[in-house]
Nanobody, 122 residues
Framework: QVQLVESGGGLAQAGGSLRLSCAASGGTFNTVVMAWFRQAPGTEREFVAVISGSGAYTGYADSVKGRFTISRDNNKLTVYLQMNSLNPEDTAVYYC???????????????WGQGTQVTVSS
């Protein structure tokens, strides 16, 4: 079981960039799948990106593909989400999650961070 803490959220202008970080403790970080989800006001939580334990595989939601990049530094026990070309539709609380297999479903991830707010102004 992995404990996760997100950071790096804040306010960005449309077209700008932010980098989110998720620091992990406990568990075996370099063997777990890590993912990012987000939840905007009035919407269901949705998948954003996923990365394999080694970092060799990454996957993205169509809405962010080409703009966001998920990466990890297993020595620092940290996963990142680099967000470029932000638009107001990216405004949401962003959550990192850890699981044992690659999935785009929330139910596949037993461990979750507390979330970090990202707000993009137009």
């Amino acid at each position: 079981q992995v404990q996760l803490v997100e950071s790096g959220g804040g306010l960005a202008q449309a077209g700008g960039s932010l980098r989110l970080s998720c620091a992990a403790s406990g568990g075996t970080f370099n063997t777990v799948v890590m993912a990012w989800f987000r939840q905007a006001p009035g919407t269901e939580r949705e998948f954003v990106a996923v990365i394999s334990g080694s970092g060799a595989y990454t996957g993205y939601a169509d809405s962010v593909k080409g703009r966001f990049t998920i990466s990890r530094d297993n020595n620092k026990l940290t996963v990142y989400l680099q967000m470029n070309s932000l638009n107001p539709e990216d405004t949401a609380v962003y959550y990192c999650a850890a699981g044992n297999y690659i999935s785009r479903s929330q139910s596949a991830y037993p461990s979750w961070g507390q979330g970090t707010q990202v707000t993009v102004s137009s």
